[in-house]
């Protein structure tokens, strides 16, 4: 029944390591996001893919690669971790129609909590 | 200027209260805007949305838009202590984004 679920829930790592956090929807929407939501409970947009494809890409270190093999999934690969990644991840899914107009109301997973040591 | 404006709070009202939460934004070209609740140690969950001026009602919940004042509003009637949460104003521009203000705490005192 889990509508958006993201893996794993909790990440702890050393400073330097590569790792990924994976997200999938079953809502049938076309549009994913990744969002992070630090300390001071922020949240703010990363990336979003609209049928695989980038579609917004705000100004994030390029560290952080996102992947999406189809509209259900998109992936999160983050090299050289630093202290400043530790927050809290968030996986949404929309439905967004190209070309007519959208409300994109996002729904969210549960979050992959990273700290980085 | 901040994209979407919130006061962080904390707001504390009396159980059975009307709450009263705020947000304006900066984008006069916005097109939707959103009310989540986020407990703690949770992901935001939409409780309303609204796209034209005027009042759109839920339940206890009543979303406000003034898109000439540009300013959301979020009505809570007879708040409950389950109500205590963040409350997130949040606003979709341009293609697709949306963005979130930081949110502002509601507790609600039994």
């Known amino acids: 029944d889990t509508a958006v679920s993201q893996t794993p829930k909790y990440l702890v790592t050393q400073m330097g390591n590569d790792k990924s956090i994976k997200c999938e929807q079953n809502?049938?929407?076309?549009?994913m996001y990744w969002y992070k939501q630090d300390s001071k409970k922020f949240l703010k947009i990363m990336f979003s893919?609209?049928?695989?494809?980038?579609?917004i890409n705000e100004t994030v270190p390029n560290r952080f690669s996102p992947k999406s093999p189809d509209k259900a999934h998109l992936n999160l690969h983050i090299n050289s971790l630093e202290l400043g990644d530790s927050a809290v991840y968030f996986c949404a899914s929309s439905q967004v129609l190209r070309g007519r107009p959208s409300y994109n109301e996002q729904f969210f997973g549960p979050g992959t909590r990273l700290t980085v040591l | 200027q901040k994209e979407v404006e919130q006061n962080s709070g904390p707001l504390s009202v009396p159980e059975g209260a009307i709450a009263s939460l705020n947000c304006t934004y900066s984008d006069r070209g916005s097109q939707s805007f959103f009310w989540y609740r986020q407990y703690s140690g949770k992901s935001p969950e939409l409780i309303m949305s609204?796209?034209?001026?005027g009042d759109k009602e839920d339940g206890r919940f009543t979303a406000q838009l003034n898109k000439a004042s540009q300013y959301v509003s979020l009505l809570i009637r007879d708040s409950q202590p389950s109500d205590s949460a963040t409350y997130l104003c949040?606003?979709?521009?341009?293609?697709?984004?949306?963005?979130f203000g930081i949110g502002t705490k509601l507790q609600v005192i039994p």
């Open positions: 893919y609209n049928n695989k494809e980038l579609i």
């Open positions: 809502l049938g929407h076309d549009t």
């Open positions: 609204i796209y034209s001026n």
């Open positions: 949040a606003v979709k521009g341009g293609y697709q984004k949306v963005t």
